[in-house]
């Protein structure tokens, strides 16, 4: 240390140029923090300091001693170069010639140029550190020749910027990098051999993990497809893409063949380097990875398309959200704050959640028009239930009106006319999406909706779960959130940040944190029902009932999730009765082929067990257990397997399931919402006895009930006249059960689009399969696309009307009321007064 500090004290020019890296690396570091408006310009900070040091090389003592590479020179070279070095950096976020490098480029290139600055003060430093130092700076010389040889079409035209203030001379500064490391390390080399040794190890060790990815990434190209032929050569009845995502490994390298072109920047076979820029159909920041560059380079593309990428992509990486559809660009947005305001209904095991969030739009140019695309995750059977946008200032609520509808006038309006809508629309697999436009740079968006959710029942206890969302990136919003609880929630667990304001109510301040959770005690149920248009609605407690049940077959569903011993324990158990798999035909399982069935079946990454192969449902029961990736039931549509499946929806007949764990696929998920199946769940050992039993879970749900397994709870349909209080909640949740099983029958050729289902949705006011929430700019927006003012509905729901609606007849008294309460009041001011 003692060396290195009169090596600085003696060359007060290489410190110097320590100070300016220091200086300019931290308002890179800073500004990178910043978002593109606030950060413009900072590259001139960097670029000014990188001009400086050059202007005093070029006039100053250096150069009056001439320009030869002397150990002490070359320093000053290097702390120049690393200078430069920075502020093109700096430079390609205003210029983008580089996506956002990955994480594991850029640690690279911090430890390059590391390295690169304390090899150039080697005499001065430990023998163990120069060794670690030339390792180092052997990759580094490496990287610096990438990025040179990259940079090549740009040489000829950058000789043309010089002329003007020289900022195209950052085009040649990694090739300057590379020939003042190559000098370096020969130089020192001639000293101690050692470090020319450690120079060349350090340039080899990437270079062998670069032909180690490269050989992965052709071994996962040609498996990709070597599974398409397969799956032609089989005649299979589901689509090429999906045998892909079964069967080809969850690596590193898999997800970026899938990602390249879309995500990672690739080489076009017509332009080398400067082709095959990302595809704007994946919302994923846009990155380079000089692996997936040599590796496009090097290899054909497999032979999937980029809307057979897209689909793996969202099956195996839930890359859903960064796969819907955009009008507009939403690069960037930015989720700036998040409203939580939650309502719990203990007794009645369900609660409201008003989510408000406000997005902001850092583009560099006050023209820029983007369009937020948020999905939000709900828990199981929850629905969303209001929708609100902030239109000049003013709270604009949602109509109710078919999906169709709203999104014809979204497009007519975002596509076209470029003015204030919002939309939300039901996805599969207890999601939601809302879409917002136009976010502008001169105004912030805000837009609400409303949750009505049950609560999960575990045990003795209530657990309420946050819905999260994905969509501008909100990692430094504000976060707001109160609890209110209505009825009894005892043993109430917050999480710590909340503090209770007055009684009742808790309320905490933080940056958003997406996964929290609320507990209370379960009280006893509420025997108060809600009351709407001559109709009753009322929880009560579910508790599951058995019924004589054998099985005359048994199907597993078989995957990656099955352990070897889940297996061995249940087909012990079934191996008696006729047992079948399913891999691209039914297949029965013996004791001669069960072991290598097993083997094959557990390497898939899902399964896609297809219902309608079974004949005869009444006397079937499938045995499942599933990770949380596979494709959609909305990702089959066109395919063999989804006319099959369609043709069986017609008539559908509820399959008993027995789900080891509670777990679902996103594809058993609907349909189990769809209730195709008569569900129920746990450990092999509840399943063994069942069978032992020979019984099964009783369906009970019917016409007039729908049961909310999560919660524990039914909700019962009746006529009835009576007053009722409970909140409206109760038959918004009804309403969306009671549609899921309407809409199976026909969830493919989408004919649920009736009249009876429409209004059964817009009595509710809820977002389902059938209906849409919109919020349009003005009434003659509304009337050109013919979405009328709902009416015999409970519209938006809010935090101060969640309880009974008044019947007519209730209206009839109010009125009363008042007229008497009026009456009195004007008498007696008409009185005359005693003197």
């Known amino acids: 240390m003692k060396r290195i500090t009169i090596l600085l004290s003696q060359d007060r020019l290489y410190l110097a140029g320590i100070i300016l890296i220091i200086i300019s690396a931290m308002i890179l570091a800073v500004t990178d923090q910043f978002t593109r408006q606030s950060a413009s310009g900072a590259f001139f900070f960097n670029y000014a300091l990188s001009a400086g040091y050059l202007f005093v090389l070029l006039f100053g003592k250096v150069s009056k001693r001439g320009l030869n590479l002397s150990e002490r020179k070359i320093g000053h070279i290097i702390m120049l170069l690393v200078l430069w070095f920075i502020s093109a950096f700096a430079l390609n976020r205003e210029m983008n010639v580089f996506d956002q490098s990955v994480p594991w480029l850029s640690v690279w290139i911090v430890l390059s ?104 990434w052709n071994t996962a190209n040609q498996k990709i497809n070597l599974l398409i032929n397969q799956n032609a050569l089989n ?12 069967h080809i490994d969850n690596s590193f390298w898999a997800e970026r063949i899938l990602k390249a072109g879309l995500v990672y920047h690739e080489v076009s076979n017509d332009h080398f380097f400067w082709g ?61 704050s998040v409203i939580s305001n939650v309502k719990l209904f203990p007794e009645y095991r369900m609660a409201y959640t008003e989510k408000m969030l406000t997005v902001r739009n850092n583009a560099d140019w006050n023209w820029s028009k983007q369009e937020a695309i948020y999905t939000f995750h709900l828990s199981e059977g929850a629905v969303i239930s209001s929708l609100s946008l902030w239109i000049d200032g003013r709270e604009a609520k949602s109509r109710l009106t078919t999906k169709a509808t709203a999104d014809s006038a979204y497009h007519q ?46 045990g003795d206890k209530l657990i309420y779960e ?44 933080r940056t958003y944190q997406p996964d929290w959770q609320i507990a209370c005690k379960a009280p006893a149920l509420a025997t108060s029902a809600f009351s709407f248009a001559d109709t009753a609605y009322q929880v009560k407690n579910y508790e599951a009932k058995l019924e004589d049940f054998t099985p005359d077959k048994i199907y597993l569903d078989l995957n990656k999730s099955w352990s070897e011993s889940e297996f061995n324990q249940i087909w012990d158990k079934i191996k008696t009765r006729p047992v079948y798999v399913y891999d691209d035909k039914l297949m029965r399982l013996t004791d001669d082929n069960v072991k290598d069935v097993f083997d094959i079946m557990s ?45 069986y929806l017609k008539v559908p007949t509820q399959i008993r399931f027995y789900n080891i764990g509670n777990q679902l696929s996103p594809y058993l998920k609907a349909l189990k919402e769809l209730r195709i199946f008569n569900y129920t769940d746990g450990e092999p050992k509840d399943l063994i006895a069942l069978l032992d039993q020979h019984q ?23 006529t009835s006249t009576d007053i009722k209080n409970a909140p409206d909640h109760v038959l918004r949740l009804f309403a969306y059960n009671d549609l899921m099983k309407k809409v199976s029958g026909d969830y493919f050729n989408h004919n649920y ?26 009434q003659e927006d509304y009337n050109r696309f013919g979405i009328d003012e709902n009416k015999n509905s409970l519209k938006n729901a809010s935090m101060k009307s969640s309880g009974a609606v008044p019947e007519p007849q209730e209206w009839l008294l109010i009125v009363l009321c008042l007229g008497v309460a009026a009456y009195v009041l004007y008498s007696k001011k008409l009185k005359p007064q005693n003197l």
Request: with cysteine; glycine share 4%; charged share 15%.
């Open 696 to 718: 099964f879970v009783k369906n009970q749900e019917d016409d007039q009930t729908v049961v909310l397994n999560n919660a524990k709870v039914m909700i019962q349909k009746t």
């Open 235 to 246: 005649d299979a009845k589901l689509p090429a893409w999906i045998n892909v995502s079964q």
């Open 753 to 778: 689009v009736q009249p009876a289902n429409i209004a059964e949705a817009e009595k509710a006011f809820i977002v389902s399969p059938v209906s849409s929430l919109i919020v349009l700019e003005t």
């Open 276 to 336: 095959g820029m990302p595809s704007h159909s994946f919302d994923e920041p846009k990155q380079h990875d000089p692996l997936v560059v040599i590796a496009t380079l090097l290899f054909k593309k497999p032979n999937l398309d980029e809307n057979d990428r897209i689909k793996v992509l969202k099956s195996m990486y839930n890359s859903r959200h960064q796969a819907q559809e955009r009008l507009w660009s939403g690069d960037n947005l930015e989720t700036i």
């Open 413 to 458: 309006v975002v596509g076209v006319e470029q003015h204030d809508p919002s939309v939300v629309h039901w996805q599969e697999g207890n999601t939601v999406t809302v879409r917002v436009f136009p976010c502008t740079t001169t105004e912030n968006r805000r837009f609400k909706i409303g949750i009505t959710s049950p609560l999960t029942k575990k």
């Open 466 to 509: 946050n819905a999260s969302f994905e969509g501008p990136q909100a990692g430094n919003a504000l976060e707001s959130m109160q609890v209110t609880t209505a009825g009894n929630a005892s043993e109430l667990q917050l999480p710590a940040v909340f503090k209770q304001t007055t009684l009742g109510v808790y309320r905490a301040d």
């Open 113 to 216: 140029s590391v390295a690169l600055i304390l090899a150039s003060m080697y005499q001065a430093l430990p023998g163990l550190l120069n060794y670690i130092t030339f390792f180092l700076l052997g990759g580094a010389f490496l990287l610096f020749s990438y990025y040179a040889i990259y940079l090549l079409p740009l040489y000829v035209f950058s000789i043309i910027g010089i002329i003007a203030i020289g900022i195209s001379l950052h085009t040649y500064v990694p090739l300057g990098l590379a020939i003042v490391t190559a000098i370096l390390i020969l130089s020192v080399s001639r000293q101690n051999i050692k470090m020319l040794y450690m120079a060349i190890a350090g340039f080899a060790l990437p270079v062998i993990g670069c032909i180690s990815f490269l050989i992965c």
């Open 603 to 647: 390497q898939q990454n899902f399964s896609m067990f297809p219902v309608n192969a079974i004949s005869d449902p009444a006397r079937a029961l499938i045995i499942s257990k599933s990770t949380d990736s596979a494709p959609n039931l909305s990702d089959l549509e066109g395919s063999d397997f989804e006319k099959d499946l369609t043709t």
